[in-house]
């Protein structure tokens, strides 16, 4: 089975980036990990990355609730970056409103919403889908 | 006036005889008449006031009556009276006792006398009268009675009407539930009514002292002097307006004033006159209702922001629990194996549920503008039917179904989906343990609601017991394996978010009977 080279997870929450990471390790996931804490750590590097060219994740885990900058902002604001590699978005959120989840789908770049907690199976599905595209 | 000139004159003339006098009080026009016609003086006068003469000597018992006096009392004109026959026709009483006392003391003590009482005519018309009398003395002895009956029935009924009226209108005035006063050109306080009296907290005396400015909220002035040019111009001649008074303590007054001025027959202002009704105690609830409301709104956002909370917050934890879990049995599954781990699993997994159920409860109230439709009650009950058609046969349970097929209720598919299946399911769930469930299903209307009745036969609900808590979160009644104890506190509340409601009876072993009440589609 192929393997994702970088993954990406921006998330406040340092119980589910250290169970996402675990899980992904567990899993064979990926190579390695990139962790922002929230959006605009995340957009400040990933924007330096990407004029770069150099190692862009090639999946986000992205959630919704952050301070500073929240999923959204970040959806608006990564749209305006331009990139020459696809790069898929994954919504991870706790939250389970409908409103949210309508919400994601106006963001082309985004992929599906996955409701946490996320288990080996998401994982799994996720791997299946982001390599074979 | 011009009567008792008349009256005072015709007395001088029975004393002198004499029609010069007379001939004073009538202008020369009617003199010319009764001089081209030749008719009697006297018996114009009579006929003209609706004066009659009458005369009653003493000394030979007689009575006599002028034509006008017979015709007063609707008698023919041949009628010979006598003082018995005089004194019947008043009206017993206080009419009755006053003739006589007067006659009597007319001749006793040679008083005249001038009353006004009621006669019943031959006719048995009441009437009112005039009465006349006067005694004519002979050596300090009384020979005869002269007197005068005059017609008096129509003016005396009319300005008793309007005596009455005014009565009635003062009554009014004072007793109103509205304050009302009368206001001079001036603005002076002429006249108010007790109630208004009660709304500013001034005696009658102390406001006819004040002027209406002394009165007004200073920023309420300006409208009041507008109002008054405009209506003393006679460009209106009624203003209304919500407006502001001081009372005695100098405390604001909310009012509803409703001011009209009065002008003579000649168009010349008058006074105005007031209506004032006090509106602080309604101003002061409102403002408790409006306070309520503000709280209510308040506390709604809070619950949404409870529910919000419940969503996410609430929920991540949970998750991250969860998937702790998950990388403990694959990291160090050693430590699984005791009695503990499962037992946390299972905390674990109970709050996820916990958790999704407060979300779905949230979620259905506070969904604002909810989305109803019409929806045909005999197709969707079908639908919902055919979706637990397995359940139905493996359980061999009896359905009788008698839904109008024309019934359409107003609903969100999905809640109406819910709360079919949960009354389902319950209903098989909670039969008697050794035999089939049945169920009967029967739909009556009224003017709002279709209430669809939906019948079991199963082991039924102590509701002296459980009534109050049957639509409870968590509450379960059945030692069943199934029972989560959240499907009836769901189904409540989304019957409730589309307007409807239930209501239920049950017996202990003989089944329970739900009631659900769904707003009919217009």
Redesign the interface.
């Known amino acids: 089975m192929n393997k994702i080279d970088i993954a990406c997870i921006i998330d406040d929450?340092p119980?589910?980036i250290f169970?996402?990471k675990?899980?992904m390790e567990?899993s064979n996931f990926c190579n390695s990990f990139m962790v922002f804490k929230n959006g605009q750590e995340a957009i400040n590097n990933l924007k330096v990355l990407m004029s770069s060219g150099e190692s862009i994740p090639e999946i986000i885990l992205l959630d919704i609730?952050m301070p500073i900058m929240d999923g959204w902002q970040f959806l608006d604001e990564f749209t305006t970056i331009e990139s020459h590699k696809l790069i898929t978005i994954y919504i991870v959120s706790?939250?389970?409103?409908?409103v949210d989840m309508n919400r994601a789908k106006h963001y082309e770049n985004v992929s599906n919403y996955i409701i946490?907690?996320?288990?080996?199976e998401t994982l799994n599905t996720l791997l299946k889908e982001v390599t074979q595209e | 006036m011009y009567f008792k000139l008349c009256l005072r004159k015709l007395k001088i003339i029975f004393a002198k005889q004499n029609s010069t006098i007379i001939y004073n009080i009538l202008n020369n026009s009617e003199v010319k008449t009764l001089k081209n016609k030749k008719v009697s003086l006297f018996d114009f006068i009579q006929k003209q006031a609706a004066i009659g003469t009458w005369e009653y000597d003493i000394k030979l018992k007689t009575v006599q009556w002028s034509s006008q006096t017979k015709l007063i009392h609707e008698v023919p004109l041949d009628y010979e009276p006598t003082v018995e026959l005089g004194l019947s026709f008043y009206r017993k009483g206080d009419s009755l006792n006053t003739i006589s006392e007067a006659f009597t003391n007319c001749i006793e003590k040679h008083t005249d006398y001038d009353v006004e009482i009621q006669i019943i005519t031959a006719t048995g018309k009441y009437k009112w009268v005039r009465a006349i009398g006067t005694a004519i003395i002979e050596n300090n002895e009384c020979v005869k009675v002269q007197g005068l009956f005059q017609d008096i029935d129509e003016k005396t009924k009319n300005s008793k009407a309007l005596a009455f009226k005014e009565r009635q209108l003062s009554r009014t005035f004072e007793t109103a539930l509205v304050g009302m006063a009368i206001i001079d050109l001036k603005g002076n306080w002429i006249d108010v009514n007790k109630s208004f009296c009660n709304t500013f907290g001034y005696t009658k005396a102390e406001i006819q002292s004040l002027t209406f400015m002394d009165v007004t909220h200073p920023d309420d002035l300006e409208q009041d002097y507008k109002a008054m040019k405009a209506m003393l111009n006679g460009k209106v001649d009624h203003f209304e307006v919500e407006k502001r008074y001081l009372n005695k303590k100098r405390e604001t007054i909310w009012t509803q004033l409703f001011v009209s001025i009065v002008r003579n027959s000649s168009g010349e202002a008058r006074h105005f006159v007031a209506q004032i009704n006090d509106l602080t105690e309604i101003k002061k609830s409102n403002h408790k209702v409006s306070q309520l409301l503000a709280t209510t709104e308040n506390q709604n956002k809070r619950l949404l922001n409870f529910a919000?909370i419940v969503?996410?917050?609430l929920?991540?934890h949970?998750?991250?629990l969860?998937?702790?879990l998950?990388?403990v049995k694959?990291?160090l599954p050693e430590t699984t194996e005791n009695e503990i781990f499962p037992l946390v699993e299972q905390a674990v997994s109970h709050l996820g549920e916990t958790v999704?159920n407060l979300?779905e409860v949230a979620?259905i109230n506070i969904q604002k503008d909810l989305k109803t439709e019409p929806i045909n009650l005999l197709k969707h009950f079908n639908t919902a039917f055919s979706s637990i058609s397995a359940l139905i046969l493996e359980s061999k349970t009896e359905i009788t179904v008698d839904i109008d097929p024309k019934i359409v209720v107003k609903g969100v598919p999905a809640y109406l989906d819910s709360i079919l299946l949960n009354f389902l399911t319950n209903a098989i769930k909670y039969k008697k343990p050794n035999e089939p469930a049945k169920i009967d299903i029967n739909t009556n209307r009224d003017k709002e609601f279709v209430v669809l009745e939906i019948k079991d036969y199963g082991q039924g609900i102590d509701l002296k017991k459980y009534g109050d808590k049957l639509f409870g979160m968590y509450k379960t009644f059945h030692k069943h394996e199934d029972s989560r104890g959240i499907g009836l506190f769901i189904t409540k509340n989304q019957v409730e978010a589309i307007g409807g409601k239930i209501e239920v009876e049950s017996k202990v072993n003989e089944g329970t009977t739900f009631y659900i009440h769904l707003k009919t589609y217009e």
């Open positions: 929450n119980i589910f169970g996402a675990r899980m567990l609730n706790s939250s389970i409103d409908p946490k907690p996320i288990s080996l | 919000h969503s996410h917050n929920r991540s949970y998750g991250n969860d998937m702790l998950d990388i694959m990291d999704a979300n979620a």
